[in-house]
Every structure is written in structure tokens, then in C-alpha cells.
């Protein structure tokens, strides 16, 4: 593969975001938004961090008040750089597993699955990658069309969720969904975590990891990838043209899966 | 007239106190003592309208994404916690579950803990160091 400047440039910027990852997992006190803060603060004195010519790894802070409901003004989504994304690293998927409580049963195709890793083999050219997958959290989501009961919803700032209080476990959202995102839970749970209450009956899927982003943390996936993976995804409001995910979606060649369905995913990726 | 009276006066006498001693023979539930000095608002309110104060709660929560304490199921158990034997919190399963407490006496089983954690936990403290 070809490095010029550019990939080095954005290579450096990666240890710069894996290493800010780094700090904030080591003192959960430190919030996101102190910590670009903190970033922006040095920024004046050292220089700005610079991912590419006019990209920079500054950012506004752009989580709202806990008492102020989510609004249309965010629009949460991460940007996940396969070419950074090891075939062997699963380390998104513990994290999430970690945070949020989910388990397998020892049966694969039934087991809850919020975040899977897919290893891509193009036959004709002999390029393998590998990209994590998840619910692409899109804006106009069609296991929202299909949920009989409005169980299934898009929060304001574009958060896909189950509303499980009135769920039926129908899953038609299951059928519905073309990234296979949704799981659906058989078996009886205990120990739940307090921020993710789930239970037998209900369909669920990955929730951006909503109850980070509401206390102004990153998502548990993109905060773990930066701390101990390889630094390939990037979370942040595609609304806001300050952030670093907008200013990299609107510089480097990225994509969503399945742009044909027209569903407007808010996962992007780089390199697939 | 005061034949009347008298028989009034005589029933309401025997009513009374039916009723005081209905009142101070039945059986009522133990409700394991929450710590702090009060809840979030007054007792009488609390056990008339604690599952309304949580619905209202888990709609802006789930819906809009408002994650004040005050109101909310987790933060229920920061107070309202029964040790067992071991030294740790006490799950749904128990009967001497401070929900159980008054559910169980009522005959009514809460369907919160299919899904939520019927224990403290600090999930921060869980997740992924």
C-alpha cells in the first residue's frame, strides 16, 4: 500500500487519539469534554494537532446538559478506519460485552450480538480487511417502520434504541434491519447492569453506548479500540462541521454500508 | 327522639371501635428501614405514587435522554438496599427485598426486575478499566 504524507500525517494523529484514549480509561474522571478541552488549552501553546491539511484533533464540546433532553442539533455517529482494523483484534466486542452486559449462550446464531467483527476476503483481488459492525444508528431506520407497538424509536440526536417497557418481542425489526443488527434475548437475565436493563423477551441492539454520551463519555467500543486496539474509530456529531468526525467525512473518501437502501447510516467507514 | 339518639350514639360507639381493632390486629408488612433522614418526597406520597413518579422517569430517560438521580429506579437502591447473610444486597428473588417487602404482602409482583437491576451497582466501576 501506497504511504505518503498524508497517511503518515494521519497515522501520528492516531497514536495522538489512542494515547488520549489511553488517559481517559485510566481516569474515568476525566471527561471528554475536559479532555479536548485540556487538548484545545495546549493546543494554544504547542500547536494543533493536525490529521491533515485543515483537520485537526480539536473539537467543540458538544454534550448536553444531564437535565436538557437530546435534540436534533447533535447527530451522534462514528467513523471506524478499516485499513487501522486488525482481523484478530476483538476488542470492540469485549468492550461492549463488558459494558453493557451481554452474554452468549454457546449458541452463535441466536446468541446477543450487538457488535460483531466481519473479516472481508475479496476473491478477485486477494485484499482482506476487517471492520467492526453494529447498528448504523440511521436516520431514517426501517425497524422504526416496521415496530408495531413504537417500541422500536430514533431519539432526537439520531440514537437508535428498543423502548423495552413496551416491546413484544415480536421481531419484525429483526427482519427488518439490513445490517442483522438486532438480537433478540431467549434466556432469562440476572446481574444487569443498572444503566442497561434487559430481559427475556426483548429485541435490543447496540445503543451507542446513549447512556455515555448523555454524561459526556465516549462510546465503550471507540473509547476501548483507542486504548488497547488500534485507534480506528472515531466518535463524534456529525452536525457539528467543528468536530473531528465531520471535518474527516468531509475530507477523506468514506462510506456507510449499503448507501443504496437510502436508510442514511450514521456509521461511516474509511478504507472498505 | 332519644331512643334514636341512644341507638345512633351505641352503633357508632361499636363501629369505632371494630374499626380501631381492624386496624391494630391485621397483619402489615415489614418495610425494612431506606438509610438517609427521607426519601425523595414524602412517605404517604411515595407508596401511593412511586411506580407513577418511575414511569414518568423512565420516559424522559429512555425517550430524551434526561438522566437526573433523583428519580430514577438505580438510584432507589442507593437507600432502600437489605443485606443479606453475606454482607451483600439482597436480589428480587429475596423476600426480604425492600420491594417485597410491601409486593409480596400486597400480591402484587413488580415486573421492573425481569429486566433492571434490582441491586445497587456502579456500573462505572464495572465497565472496561
Redesign the interface.
Known amino acids: 500500500m501506497m504511504e505518503g504524507d498524508e497517511s503518515m500525517s494521519e497515522r501520528r494523529s492516531c497514536a495522538v487519539m489512542t494515547a488520549s484514549c489511553r488517559s481517559e ?1 485510566a481516569d ?1 474522571a476525566v471527561s471528554r469534554r475536559g479532555f479536548i478541552a485540556g487538548i484545545a488549552t495546549a493546543g494554544v501553546f504547542t500547536g494543533v494537532v493536525s490529521l491533515a491539511p485543515g483537520v485537526t484533533l480539536i473539537s467543540v464540546a458538544d454534550a ?1 446538559p ?5 435534540s436534533a442539533k447533535q447527530r451522534w455517529g462514528i467513523l471506524i478506519d478499516a485499513t487501522k482494523c486488525d482481523s484478530g483484534c476483538s476488542v470492540c466486542v ?2 461492549c460485552r ?2 453493557q452486559g451481554w452474554e452468549g449462550h454457546g449458541r452463535p446464531t441466536s446468541d446477543p450480538q450487538w457488535i460483531r467483527k466481519v473479516n472481508i476476503n475479496d476473491s478477485s483481488t486477494g485484499r482482506k480487511f476487517s471492520l467492526p459492525v453494529m447498528c448504523q444508528h440511521c436516520a431514517s431506520p426501517p425497524c422504526v417502520d416496521v415496530c408495531p407497538t413504537g417500541a422500536s ?1 430514533k ?3 439520531g440514537i437508535v ?1 428498543v ?3 413496551i416491546c413484544i418481542g415480536c421481531r419484525f425489526c429483526m427482519m427488518a434491519c439490513p445490517y442483522k443488527a438486532r438480537s433478540f434475548v431467549h434466556e ?15 429485541v435490543e441492539a447496540c445503543t451507542l453506548c ?2 455515555r ?3 459526556d463519555r465516549l462510546p ?1 467500543c471507540v473509547e ?1 479500540c483507542g486504548a488497547k486496539g488500534s485507534g480506528a474509530m472515531l466518535f463524534g456529531d456529525l452536525n457539528n462541521p467543528g468536530s473531528d468526525i465531520a471535518k474527516r467525512v468531509a475530507v477523506y473518501a468514506t462510506t456507510q454500508i449499503r448507501t443504496d437502501l437510502g436508510v442514511k447510516p450514521g456509521i461511516y467507514y474509511q478504507g472498505i | 327522639m332519644t331512643g334514636f339518639r341512644f341507638i345512633l350514639a351505641v352503633l357508632m360507639v361499636t363501629l369505632l371501635g371494630v374499626a380501631s381493632a381492624t386496624a391494630g390486629d391485621g397483619p402489615l408488612p415489614t418495610i425494612p428501614k431506606g438509610m438517609g433522614d427521607h426519601c425523595v418526597a414524602d412517605t404517604q406520597f411515595m407508596r401511593r405514587n412511586h411506580m407513577e413518579m418511575l414511569k414518568h422517569h423512565r420516559v424522559e430517560t429512555m425517550r430524551d435522554g434526561i438522566r437526573t438521580r433523583t428519580y430514577s429506579l438505580a438510584n432507589c437502591f442507593t437507600c432502600h438496599v437489605v443485606k443479606g447473610a453475606d454482607g451483600k444486597p439482597v436480589t428480587i428473588r429475596n423476600p426480604a427485598h425492600f420491594c417485597n417487602a410491601c409486593h409480596e404482602y400486597a400480591g402484587v409482583r413488580p415486573d421492573c426486575f425481569d429486566c433492571h437491576a434490582s441491586t445497587p451497582n456502579a456500573p462505572e466501576q464495572r465497565a472496561v478499566p
Request: include cysteine.
Open positions: 480509561a474515568p448536553k444531564v437535565e436538557e433532553a437530546a469485549d468492550a463488558q459494558e424509536f431519539r432526537a440526536d434504541l423502548d423495552r417497557h432469562e437475565t440476572e446481574d444487569q447492569r443498572s444503566h442497561m436493563p434487559r430481559g427475556k423477551g426483548c446513549v447512556h454520551i448523555d454524561a465503550a476501548q
